[in-house]
């Protein structure tokens, strides 16, 4: 038995997220034997929350300074373990420009994209849509669960995208969008759970569509032959590693109409609701609630491996022919 700590609320846009998702992990870690004390932070500060006595944090805020490295660059100061990646892990998973760039330098496949600010916004997306096309996302650097995120069909809707796009911060990432379906598969420690495929009535997953829609659908067993759910396992693993993350996270990703996966981002404090992916994949790998809260605080206390997977002979030949 621990002593665990698990911070929730926060003061982000996912607030009403994390307050569920930091209620359903203190139920979690009750149940299985932890002493469990909670606390809804209302402002990016650890003042007035005794950690003293605390063996262990568990992390439920989602975005800013509780997922973006701040907290956990606190935290790391106090030597104080906690769920998750460490400061900077998550600072890079967070600013969506620099997680691109180690994307592509671990040869993860990943949408073309070009980041920007304000004063060369219009120009730099005029010159991606001569480049792949349309559609085109527009989303903020660093924000989470779609929040200011656009989808583009063509230059007349560029300006209201860019400008929402901008209201969340001073970089936006202009990237190609990738038509088809859409999957998510977490990681905790070294493995890669049960992928999951996502289908929403909405052209984009947004907030609304992840947390209040009922009509989104989670499969966990998707129509997809063994070997390319293989492939997906293998480049939510790669990606992960990319930005050397531990613990756990959920990387998302699209299967275009051409056969080819593409990492989207990847999510270093993925939420812990009931309609969380998270425990819907665990669950499709026999694995309760409870077991799962317990795996990743396992795989958070163990020390991150620093080497890149390698693909398996089989496994290569199923993403070069998947490469075309």
Known sequence: MKRIVVLYGGTTSEREVSMKSGRAVIKGLEAIGHDVVGHC?????????DLDSADFVFIALHGGWGEGGGLQSELEQRDIPFS????????????????KARFIAARVPTP??????????????????????????????????????????????????????????????????????????????SRAYPIVEISSTKKLFDYDAKYKDPSTVYNVSPDLPGMTIRVAQYYARRAHDSLRCNGYSR???????????????????PGMT??????????????????????????????????LQRPSDRLKAAIAKMAG
């Open 251 to 269: 990387v998302d990703m699209m299967l275009s109409n051409s056969g080819q996966f593409y990492v989207l981002e990847v999510n270093t404090a």
């Open 84 to 99: 998750g990646s460490d400061s900077v892990a998550c600072h890079l998973a967070m600013d969506k420009e620099l997680a």
């Open 274 to 307: 009931e309609r969380s992916l998270v425990p819907l994949c665990a669950q499709a790998a026999q694995m309760s609630f409870e077991e799962t809260l317990q795996a990743i605080i396992d795989a958070s206390l163990h020390p991150r491996n620093a080497e």
């Open 112 to 189: 073309i994209a070009v980041a920007s600010s304000a004063d060369d916004g219009l120009k730099r997306f005029k010159r991606l849509a001569q480049r792949v096309g349309y559609p085109l996302a527009v989303k903020p650097t660093c924000q989470g669960s779609s929040v200011g995120v656009s989808i583009v069909q063509n230059i007349d809707e560029a300006e209201a995208a860019l400008e929402k796009a901008f209201s969340h911060g001073d970089r936006v990432l202009i990237e190609q969008g990738i038509v088809g379906r859409e999957f998510s598969v977490p990681v905790i420690g």
């Open 41 to 49: 932070l209302d402002r990016d500060s650890l003042d007035g929350v």
